[in-house]
């Protein structure tokens, strides 16, 4: 389902921003869309750090097929070679198995987090073993869908801004967060438009 705020965002994006006009544009009627499971959306991101969207795709379908069902009990049971079987790092594998004893203990309890402001709730998360900001983030994204993160350590967010906003040149975290000022408070759904203009495929944890 489409976020609540999305139309509204897209309205005032593409009449503050001429280049985001045209990337809005471009990606048609797609639009962010939540799984709305906590723990897939978590493990999700755990999987997709630091590589590309695409193999982190793969990596997933991999994984999900050996888990049967990506739930809390089941994945906590998995052997930490079988999920390294299936594209994981030793890493991953247990922070993989981490997040899932402490879903299936109550220890993260996600009905708690709606209440919760963003800052809040990265810092509750980052808690858990695996999860840096960058995770919390996507989170906050793809789970909770709220509507103004930006996230500045994620690689493609950076090459879009790059593309679109700097001929190319690299750009700085700092850069990247003042340019993102002037999308508050929507800086979730200019983050998704610019994934989107590098890669067809929507971007979802």
Same mark, same amino acid.
């Given at each position: /389902? ?17 280049? /985001? ?5 471009? &990606? ?9 499971d ?5 493990a ?22 050996? &888990?049967?069902?990506?739930? $809390? $009990?089941?994945?906590?049971? /998995? ?9 994981l ?11 899932? &004893? ?7 309890? $996600?009905?708690?987090? $709606? #209440? ?15 999860? #840096?900001?960058?995770?919390?983030? /996507? ?40 340019l ?26």
């Open positions: /389902m489409k976020p609540h705020y999305w139309d509204d965002a897209r309205r005032a994006l593409a009449r503050s921003d001429r280049t /985001m006009a045209t990337i809005i544009d471009a &990606a048609g009627d797609a639009h962010l869309a939540s799984r709305g906590a723990f897939q959306t978590l999700r991101s755990i999987v997709g750090q630091q590589i590309s969207v695409k193999a982190a795709q793969s990596v997933w379908g991999r994984f999900a097929a050996k &888990a049967g069902e990506v739930a $809390p $009990p089941r994945v906590a049971r /998995m052997r930490a070679s079988t999920l390294r079987a299936c594209g790092s030793e890493r991953k594998a247990g922070y993989l198995k981490d997040l899932a &004893a402490r879903f299936a203990a109550g220890e993260v309890d $996600p009905a708690r987090w $709606p #209440g919760l402001d963003d800052e809040d709730i990265v810092a509750e998360l980052c808690c858990v073993r695996g999860i #840096g900001r960058w995770t919390a983030e /996507m989170f906050l994204i793809f789970n909770l869908l709220r509507p103004d993160v930006w996230p500045v350590d994620d690689i493609g967010l950076l090459r879009g801004i790059e593309r679109h906003y700097r001929g190319g040149r690299q750009v700085s975290r700092d850069e990247a967060r003042a993102g000022e002037g999308w508050r408070p929507w800086r979730t759904v200019a983050t998704w438009y610019l994934w989107r203009s590098l890669d067809p495929l929507p971007v979802e944890y």
